[in-house]
């Protein structure tokens, strides 16, 4: 399946689950002018879980104090995500608090991380671009 998310606010929500607080993708997502806020999970992704068979494409877009009891408090990549001129700010986790990927498949254009806890990226040093 695919998802076209145009100008959103997913915000406060909450999964039980594998993760994905606030969104959860397994097929196609283009997220572009939206705010990711205040999501949880118990395990991956707080904002975003991008599972092995999705690819996200997020364009000019918000990630902010979501949290993920496991990896990646904003987003957590096993699949493809692409983020462009997105902010990624003040989100935690158990590691790779704005983004933890299992893959080389994270791509960065134009794209902020800052504030995150414990760290902006995970594993250290292997998403070009993003700076912990």
């Known amino acids: 399946a695919s998802a076209n998310v145009l100008d959103a606010v997913i915000e406060e929500n909450t999964t039980t689950g594998v993760g994905g607080g606030g969104i959860i993708n397994s097929g196609t997502l283009r997220l572009a002018g939206s705010r990711v806020y205040s999501n949880s999970a118990p395990i991956n992704g707080g904002g975003l879980n991008t599972q092995a068979s999705g690819i996200s494409q997020i364009t000019q877009s918000s990630f902010s104090r979501n949290v993920s009891g496991s990896l990646g408090g904003a987003i ?13 700010r003040q989100n935690s986790g158990y590691r790779g608090g704005g983004i933890a990927t299992a893959n080389s498949n994270v791509t960065l254009h134009a794209s902020v991380f800052s504030g995150n806890t414990p760290d902006n990226c995970n594993p250290l040093n292997t998403i070009p671009g993003c700076v912990n």
């Open 76 to 88: 957590s990549n096993l699949g493809s995500t692409s983020l462009t001129q997105t902010v990624v």
